[in-house]
């Protein structure tokens, strides 16, 4: 029987925090400044930043980062139970590693009326075809991660 995803909310505010460092590691090296965390069971398996320009990887998103550094860290390519911590609602690529991957929950915290697919652009995780449910909470520091953004890109316009 498979055992409930527990929730303590006592530590997302700490690992969104930690998640906003990295995306400011990012902007430091000139990447868009998302940053990213897996966490399963209190313990970090992986971080990851932005870095598709420095990689020269279009996929190398944050979320994507911290998965693969997550997934090597446990030795192996699913992880049920965890959390991923991110200061971006996710794009479909990104979303869909997530459910190839059985993260249980996904905490992100500026929306991307662009590109997001949690709530945005549509709601990808809601779709009947998945053989996997994740619980998707957005907006934890919200204000702080887009007030991230913002300044990185009215920088990069010289404004």
Not at 78 to 98: D, K, N, Q, W
Request: glycine share 12%; aromatic share 6%.
């Amino acid at each position: 029987m498979k055992r409930p995803h527990i929730i303590d909310r006592s530590q997302d505010e700490r690992f969104m925090r930690e998640a906003l460092a990295l995306a400011a590691e990012g902007a430091e090296r000139g990447e868009v400044p998302v940053g990213a965390l897996l966490v399963q069971g209190g313990e970090v398996l992986g971080r990851g930043f932005n870095c598709p320009i420095g990689t020269h990887d279009p996929s190398a998103h944050a979320e994507m980062v911290a998965i693969r550094a997550a997934a090597a860290a446990v030795q192996n390519y699913r992880l049920p139970g965890s959390t991923l911590y991110v200061t971006l609602e996710p794009c479909s690529m990104c979303a869909g590693l997530i459910v190839h991957s059985r993260i249980a929950r996904v905490v992100y915290g500026a929306t991307e009326p662009k590109a997001g697919v949690a709530i945005s652009r549509g709601q990808f995780f809601d779709q009947a075809f998945l053989n996997h449910r994740v619980l998707i909470e957005g907006g934890l520091l919200g204000e702080e991660c887009s007030a991230m953004l913002s300044a990185f890109f009215k920088a990069r316009r010289g404004g």
